[in-house]
């Protein structure tokens, strides 16, 4: 982690569907650099919140900001443009389209050319900027060893394939900030294998920051600088993936039992 200020500052955030509350009062920070993990049991509110911090869902209560400035209230569109990009837990690819115009669509807020510009394709700098962004496209399927199924229709591709050309559009946005919702569900072990290295170097080498939704716990424990646990919509702890896989209250989330308390002074609960 380069920098102790965040990239991300939830404050506060509570989520309501009529009377159901599907979050309260939760609140974290994801630093620049970081590999960010949201664990919890199934129904805990994992996806409310990542779609809260992507616009999706606009939060009852309750504060976000990224790099500084407030985007509680901004649509998704403009928070991809300040660079917020996100795969899906269920598939969101057009399966009609080919891989390569699938992960063009990710660039479609970089596209600078206007409608003139655009009439006037070749004389206009469309051409050249087109050119550029396939560039871009060709280095991402490049890095996610996707070449081979380039020109194929993304609806024909196994479901790890296609969950890896999904990770390439978000990436094509050129994000700052990556949200992964659950980017190893239905996956087997050499593939999520796979993916953990593709994330791992997104972060190292790329310089994303991630925040992840995921349940399988060893990748978890394997990739991730810090982990937030939420239950029933409630933040129950945040720390070091040792420290709160051991916290006691993580564990009756888990197991449904009462434990011994450990010793983990820095998790927060």
């Known amino acids: 982690m380069r920098d102790d200020s965040p990239i991300l500052a939830v404050d506060g955030v509570s989520l309501r569907f009529g009377g159901v509350r599907a979050l309260t009062d939760v609140s974290f920070a994801v ?5 960010f993990s ?5 129904g805990a509110g994992k996806t409310s919140m990542v779609n809260c911090v992507s616009g999706r869902y606009r939060p009852t209560e309750g504060r976000i900001a990224f790099d500084g400035a407030d985007i509680t209230r901004l649509g998704p569109n403009r928070r991809a443009g300040l660079g917020i990009g996100r ?10 389209m080919s891989v390569l115009d699938n992960i063009m669509v990710g660039r479609h807020h970089l596209l600078k050319a206007g409608f003139l510009r655009g009439m006037l394709y070749w004389l206009g700098g469309a051409q050249q900027e087109e050119l550029a962004h396939r560039r871009e496209v060709e280095e991402i399927i490049d890095f996610l060893e996707i070449q ?4 194929a229709m993304a ?8 969950k890896r050309v999904e990770l390439a559009r978000a990436v094509a946005l050129k994000p700052k ?3 992964l919702d659950e980017p190893m569900a239905g996956m087997n072990l050499e593939e999520k294998e796979d993916m953990a290295r593709f994330i791992t170097d ?3 080498e790329w310089g994303m920051t991630v925040l992840m939704i995921e349940h399988d716990m060893g990748v978890v424990m394997d990739i991730s600088h810090r982990v937030m646990v939420l239950d029933f919509g409630r933040k129950i702890a945040e720390g070091l993936p040792e420290e709160v896989m051991a916290h006691p209250e993580v564990r009756r989330a888990y197991l449904g039992e009462d434990l011994p308390e450990p010793a983990a002074e820095s998790v927060t609960a």
């Open 87 to 96: 795969t899906f837990q269920n598939l969101a690819l057009f399966g009609h």
């Open 31 to 35: 630093r620049p650099g970081e590999i």
């Open 202 to 204: 997104l972060n190292a």
């Open 155 to 162: 609806g024909t591709l196994p479901y790890g394939l296609r």
């Open 38 to 42: 949201i664990i919890g049991p199934n």
């Open 177 to 179: 900030l990556i949200l």
């Open 148 to 151: 081979a199924v380039r020109k």
